[in-house]
């Protein structure tokens, strides 16, 4: 739970400094859903024009919540919209009872913003199965409503923190047309994290303009080499949102513009990485490049499956440069390999080539790279030109630790 | 390493005793492949007319003597066939030096046995990526052929042992046709344990005869409920071979008979459940009972998603009756579940039912059921008649210790 853990060593060392977004407005609150004085509540508010485009977990047991969200996206938005989060209860596996707390709370939210209740987006995360107290969530809405502000994002990336031991943001700026507009994002996210997406929440604004149809292509498109390439532990929750909202509040319509994508594409990047980074006990970010492939689908079924292998993740956390563990989870994927085609290298260095330990490799140039923070894992499968990049950490006394005695 | 770490506290009380199967015979030796003070190889010969069957790991990067083995199932059983076992060094993923070893060991049992050199299967298990010193095997071979005795199964499984913390047997008798026939089989393995079979290496004699592509028929279909419905960390090794081989000594034909299949299939189930019981870390035995799904096989994706899920595992070992992540774990799967028709139990718990928690359900009752060391969770989904059971072991720190620090 946010803050009774030491803060992940592989950490940014601060929280960015995040643009402000014109056309969107923030506030927290402390309900006391279930953590004690700490702000565990945010509401951002919408101007009329936002675009808003989503994608969700693709868990069969999908929580209220995502079930809600879903529903309103093709809603129009000339009618500005909301977006409210509790952390410490999911609202997830609670039958009837969850439907009802989204209707309670999203009615409550277009009351005390004027927001029409079929934009107003909501997210729960934290323990899941047990009811959601949303009288408690309810009690706040007017003094988050009073207490919106632009500058409130920070705090909002607080607000929705459960296991995380620090609040992510990311951002971006681009030129166009002469005109400056600016993209900030903030994540939650520390376990249950793999594709597609697992406990997290994403929320990332601009105050471009975006067509909302283009946008959540976009959005899909750019999910897919992100918050889809990344794993800490194979699990994916039954609540993950990420919703991007467009305000349109710099008079810019950035739709199919290439640098506004190649920027989006960067900030959800950066936040995905911060999301492995505080994996549950991470002490190795992790990159996996694997080309080479059949096809880049292939590619990326090697490359998570090297990256949610227990024997390659146990082996990174001790240091031990076990590239024939690489063999195995290459082997066991399912997808094309070739055992007499395979390289494998540590960093820079080579370590086998052709399905053989390369001549030039040597031990200790390959535990040399294990000491490093920040380890990359090159795969070559000699069969074609398909390439994908994943990124994990690795697998920890402090994982078990964490999850042995947590309830989540 | 066999002996360095403690007896799981799953083992059972003692190996137990075998019927001696009359067609084979058995004899070990230390070679220093690797281990040193121990029996590190086991050569078994077995009658002419022996049917063999076999089915091996699924991996892209199969190690030699698995692709050597597949080669021979076929091939003709008038002139016996032999078995060589050495554990320390897998010949996995060396190139060509690889076939070259298995040439080698396969012309040296040849000529000390004198079974044809198209009937001596071999597997090899333990460190990836060395090359075999077939040498030290070969040397020992005329020693292994002249110590021959029907009486060596008890020796032979203790010599195939690597991280295995006891050696693992399991036996049964059948009356066909007034005369009893003798089924004894051995196994190593422990971690590296998922379908398709994992670093397991299984040999199963009788003294049966049986047809022998009617044994291959059986063989597979005894395996998909036993080997491949178990799993200690989803990690699949180059390695996994089974091999049946069925001498006809005892002078009754069983093919087809369905109380030798029933007999086999409790064999098979019993050194399945052995090989759990050791798995890496384990201190609770799990098995997991899915019924209600749409058909058997999506029974066993949602059983096999339970199984392997992290967060369960950790649950598990932390004695957390979190069933949160079990239906976290049934919403991953990729197979059909509607989150409101769904029941979970532990032990005769009923923990939740129709997408909420039951009524009669008091977290003592769970935790209750969590601190036995064996662990049932039934699952229905409420959809068909699909059913699915598989047996996994819960996830804990000594996992982490023996895979972060043994070079496998």
Redo the contacts between chains.
């Keep these: 739970m946010g803050g009774s853990l030491p803060v992940s060593p592989l950490a940014p060392e601060s929280f960015p400094k995040l643009p402000v977004i014109k056309g969107v407005t923030f506030a927290t609150a402390a309900s006391g859903v279930k953590y004690k004085d700490r702000d565990d509540v945010m509401l951002a508010v919408l101007q009329p024009g936002t675009a808003v485009a989503g994608v969700f977990?693709?868990?069969?047991?999908?929580a209220a919540p995502v079930l809600d969200c879903q529903a309103k996206l093709g809603e129009p938005s000339d009618q500005g919209a909301a977006i409210l989060v509790n952390s410490g209860n999911a609202n997830?596996?609670?039958?009837?009872?969850g439907q009802a707390s989204v209707e309670e709370i999203t009615a409550a939210v277009s009351q005390a913003t004027h927001v029409p209740q079929n934009r107003v987006f909501t997210s729960s995360t934290g323990?899941?199965?047990?009811p959601l107290p949303h009288d408690k969530i309810t009690a706040q809405l007017e003094a988050l409503a009073q207490a919106q502000s632009p500058f409130g994002i920070e705090a909002a990336a607080g607000a929705i923190m459960t296991t995380d031991t620090f609040a992510k943001g990311a951002e971006a700026t681009v030129e166009i047309a002469g005109k400056t507009v600016s993209i900030a994002g903030i994540a939650k996210g520390s376990?249950?994290i793999?594709p597609d997406m697992a406990t997290m929440l994403v929320y990332i604004f601009t105050d471009a303009a975006y067509d909302q149809f283009a946008l959540q292509d976009m959005l899909a498109r750019l999910t897919d080499k992100t918050f889809n390439s990344i794993t800490v532990?194979?699990?994916?929750?039954?609540s993950d949102s990420l919703l991007v909202a467009a305000t349109g509040a710099a008079g810019v319509d950035a739709t199919d513009n290439e640098s506004f994508e190649r920027a989006l594409h960067v900030v959800m990047k950066k936040l995905a990485h911060q999301v492995v980074r505080d994996g549950e006990g991470a002490t190795k970010f992790v990159e996996i490049r694997v080309t080479g492939a059949v096809s880049d689908a292939e590619a990326k079924v090697h490359g998570m499956s090297v990256a949610?292998?227990?024997?390659v993740k146990?082996?990174i956390?001790?240091e031990?440069p076990?590239?024939?563990?690489v063999?195995?989870?290459?082997?066991?994927?399912g997808?094309?390999?070739?055992?007499?085609l395979?390289s494998i290298s540590f960093g820079e260095v080579l370590v086998?080539e052709?399905?053989?330990?390369s001549d030039n490799y040597r031990e200790e140039l390959g535990a040399a790279e294990m000491k490093k923070a920040e380890i990359l894992i090159s795969i070559d499968l000699g069969l074609g030109s398909g390439t994908s990049t994943v990124w994990t950490c690795d697998?920890?006394?402090q994982?078990?630790?964490i999850?042995?005695?947590y309830?989540?």
């Design positions: 977990t693709t868990s069969k047991t999908r997830a596996f609670t039958g009837h009872y323990v899941i199965g047990e376990g249950m793999a532990d194979s699990d994916t929750s039954t949610n292998s227990p024997l146990t082996a956390a001790g031990d076990n590239w024939g563990r063999v195995m989870a290459i082997g066991k994927s997808a094309e390999a070739d055992r007499d395979l086998a052709k399905g053989w330990v697998l920890t006394h994982y078990i630790s999850n042995a005695d309830r989540s």
